[in-house]
């Protein structure tokens, strides 16, 4: 089964209404899978599709698809937020270095932090919620900025 059948099978068999503007969205998702997109951006290149689906709405199919854990989403301090699908096309998840200048996110290996999550599973006895994982910081672009 293909990732976006895959979601659109998760939509049908939840309490939500499969509507052709959710699928839509489900498509832009698929098509820039590798990207890390925020609510506007994913807006921008909807309005390029179909211009009749409001900001209003993609808000709210985002929180939709965050609840049925189609998408992570990742915060930053001042309240943007950015989501990808959940399920990659590798099946493996990944982390995010997170730049808190220019809001790039890079995205690196889990194999160091999952030995983080096993190692606090057993030390602590304490359940690490699945890609919550993130380093903020600065990232090289904004570090060369600086030192110009
Ligand atoms: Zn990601
Ligand atoms: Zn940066």
Same mark, same amino acid.
């Given at each position: 089964m293909s990732i976006y059948d895959n979601i659109i099978s998760t939509i049908q068999q939840s309490s939500y209404k499969l509507t052709p503007q959710r699928e839509t969205i489900v498509k832009i998702l698929v098509e820039n899978e590798s990207e890390h997109l925020s609510a506007e951006e994913l807006y921008f290149i909807l309005k390029g599709i179909?211009?009749?689906?409001?900001l209003a709405t993609v808000y709210r199919t985002l929180d939709i698809f965050y609840d049925l854990k189609i998408l992570e989403k990742i915060t930053f301090g001042n309240g943007i937020s950015k989501y990808h699908l959940r399920q990659k096309l590798d099946n493996g998840t990944h982390h995010h270095l997170i @730049?808190?200048? @220019?809001?790039n996110i890079t995205t690196i290996s889990n194999v160091i932090f999952n030995k983080l999550i096993q190692y606090v599973n057993n030390e602590y006895n304490f359940e690490v919620q699945d890609d919550t994982i993130a380093i903020y910081g600065t990232c090289k672009n904004c570090m060369n900025e600086e030192n110009i």
């Open positions: 179909n211009p009749e689906i409001g @730049c808190t200048k @220019c809001h």
